[in-house]
């Protein structure tokens, strides 16, 4: 029997984390243009995007592969390697973060520094693609094989509860805005009419502070 698939919220993330990867990407590549002050909004920014990705892989690792896991009654080889990935990826954003630190320190962005993070940007871009390409289709394949909606939306109120507040209250706008309007709309429907009410009043509002004046350095 095949299931529906109604656990976007995590494909969403996917996206999220994706376009923010890409634009660092670019960023870095333009490095030697900012000013310092302009270094440190950046740094501001990726120390919240690594926050998410942080957090998000926690999630996967210690909640939605244990469940697949658990239901296949073995190990994946395949959830392993994606594991593993996950320790590489935190790997170059850590060391991402060092490089930050040192532009923003730095009176004159040397080349060699430059050099430096814009390939620890590219790698982390094309590892973080190919490994959401795989992940979401095994994902995919065995969450619609074996678990039933109730069971999606059971494993998905487990990743909530485990999320502190403060990702939660950036979570909705920071979604929406890398979604089209169909998906901003299959999002909501999933969540809380509190957690929407706040998202008007507050958390837009204060998610727009810290990634605004990143995303000015785009144009």
């Known amino acids: 029997m095949k299931y529906d698939f109604v656990m976007q919220g995590s ?3 996917h996206r999220a984390l994706l376009r923010d990867t890409q634009m660092l990407h670019s960023l870095a590549e333009q490095m030697d243009s900012f000013s310092k002050d302009q270094v440190k909004e950046i740094r501001k920014w990726y120390q919240f995007y690594w926050s998410m990705m ?3 892989h926690q999630a996967e690792d210690d909640i939605l ?3 697949v896991e658990k239901r296949m009654n073995q190990p994946s080889e395949i959830i392993e390697a994606m594991e593993v990935e996950h320790n590489r990826l935190q790997f170059l954003i850590d060391e991402i973060k060092r490089l930050l630190g040192e532009a923003e320190r730095s009176t004159v962005l040397g080349n060699e520094l430059k050099t430096s993070l814009s390939g620890h940007t590219l790698e982390l871009l094309e590892l973080f693609s190919s490994h959401i390409a795989k992940e979401e289709k095994y994902i995919h394949e065995w969450i619609t094989m074996h678990f039933s909606p109730k069971d999606q939306r059971t494993v998905e109120r487990q990743v909530r509860r485990k999320a502190p507040t403060s990702y ?4 909705i706008p920071w979604l929406h805005d890398s979604l089209t ?3 901003k709309r299959k999002l909501d429907l999933s969540l809380p009419w ?3 009410a706040l998202n008007r009043l507050l958390w837009q509002r204060k998610y727009e502070k810290i ?3 990143v995303k000015a350095l785009m144009n």
């Open 211 to 213: 990634s605004e004046p």
């Open 65 to 67: 592969f244990s469940a």
């Open 181 to 183: 309007e169909e998906e």
């Open 168 to 171: 939660l209250s950036y979570m």
């Open 54 to 56: 942080e957090i998000h």
């Open 194 to 196: 509190m957690a929407k």
């Open 11 to 13: 494909f969403f993330a």
